[in-house]
């Protein structure tokens, strides 16, 4: 199996306008120069606080967004700007399952047609559609007479599952997994996790996984990126960066997790001073204003991101 996804130097600025009298634009830079391979069968896993640029990088990815500049390949070809029948042909190989079961599935609309309605705008025939929906319900191990139902008739842990059925609908190479367990309680979260790592096994998918619960990212992701203000500022194999994270904010960010061991206690690191606005940042590293490190070059000079051993890139002036 080769790489499935590569994004090279890719950046999501967005304009906005600021000033009563004279109008001036400035840009939000939601991802500014983020590289990184997912390889077919793999879970990438995305981390970082909110508005780091995470959910941003997977709408790229499924064309809700166009991208400033910089380059997305889908299993090496260039699709970064993709208009007609060719847009078409690449989202059939890309879906997503986002965070909110309640506001992702139209209340209006009977289960049957939230999972067949892809299939139906591909031309299939009812009949065609009626065998795919009993066929992908069973697959999320829905009861397949469920089907007239409405989506308040189910639970959040149902209606995640008719999304999950909905993403796998037109057969998908590769879904962008944006928080899908975060409203979810903990056995329902348990068991759309273990639901996702079958189906990836069964049906040979590849995820990127977006979270916050960095436990859960743990459990499914074979490489995990960390984001800081639009940036990657460390990526690694999962089991690496779990052990030893490089990065000052990695380091505090894994610190934060809590143990279910309750004589096990962790070191917690407290992170102060103020976080930069990713509306023009400052020259330099943009966490210097929060690091415990912090050096006299890390105001100045931005730090590359840099291979420091085997398959572990850390963007940091300690190194």
Known sequence: MGTLIELKDLRKHFPIGSGFIRKTHVDLKAVDGV????????????????????TTIG?????????????ILFDGNDVTHLQGAALDEYRKNIQAV??????????????????GEPLMA???????????????????????????????EMSAGQRQQIA???????NPKFIVLDEPTSLLDVSAQASILNMIVQ????????????SHNLAVVRFLSNRVGVMYCGKLVELADSRKLYLAPKHPYSQAL??????????????????EGDVISPINPPKGCRFYTRCREVREGCKENEPPLLEIEPNHFVACHLY
């Open 59 to 71: 709408k790229v990815l499924l064309k809700l967004y166009e991208p400033t500049s910089g380059k």
């Open 98 to 115: 986002f965070q909110n079961p309640y506001a992702s599935l139209n209340p209006r609309m009977r289960i049957w047609k939230l999972i």
């Open 199 to 210: 189906l990836q096994e069964k049906l040979e998918l590849t995820y990127l996984f977006i």
């Open 122 to 152: 591909k031309g299939w025939s009812a009949e065609q559609v009626k065998d795919r929906v009993s066929e992908l319900l069973d697959l999320v191990m829905l009861p397949t007479d469920c089907g007239p139902r409405f989506p308040h």
């Open 254 to 271: 894994l610190a934060s997790i809590l143990s279910p061991d309750p004589d096990l206690q962790s070191q917690e690191i407290v992170l």
């Open 164 to 170: 999950i059925a909905r993403a796998l609908s037109i």
């Open 35 to 54: 590289s990184f391979e997912i390889e077919e069968g793999d879970t990438f896993g995305l981390v970082g606080e909110s508005g780091c640029g995470k």
